[in-house]
């Protein structure tokens, strides 16, 4: 069984850090790309950051030069640092990753709350 674990949501004041962490587990095959969605009420899930197994890295106009995502590859995680936190980050956070046999696999999601 393969299994993705999110951790590290919650409050958090505007301006404030966060950082999420998500590992993989279970027969889950060669990872290609790891990355971070959210989605806030009302709105679409949109991607946050990705980073492929080379390391290239992509991000959301909206939150470069804030958050920086980053990968272990020998123990499956990918980690995303949240910084300078703003209201409209509000929304529960979802690790998406992507096998090299094209398999997709989703967490449960994390919420991240900012507060004003």
């Known amino acids: 069984q393969v299994q993705l674990v999110e951790s590290g949501g919650g409050l958090v004041q505007a301006g404030g850090s966060l950082r999420l962490s998500c590992a993989a587990s279970?027969?889950?095959?060669?990872?290609?790309?790891m990355g971070w969605y959210r989605q806030a009420p009302g709105k679409q899930r949109e991607l946050v950051a990705a980073?492929?197994?080379?390391?290239?890295?992509n991000y959301a106009d909206s939150v470069k030069g804030r958050f920086t995502i980053s990968r272990n590859n020998a123990k499956s995680t990918v980690t995303l640092q949240m910084n300078s936190l703003k209201p409209e980050d509000t929304a529960v956070y979802y690790c998406?990753?992507?096998?090299?046999?094209?398999?997709?696999?989703w967490g449960q999601g994390t919420q991240v709350t900012v507060s004003s």
């Open positions: 980073i492929t197994s080379a390391a290239s890295t």
């Open positions: 998406n990753v992507v096998t090299f046999i094209k398999r997709d696999y």
């Open positions: 279970g027969s889950i095959g060669l990872i290609n790309t």
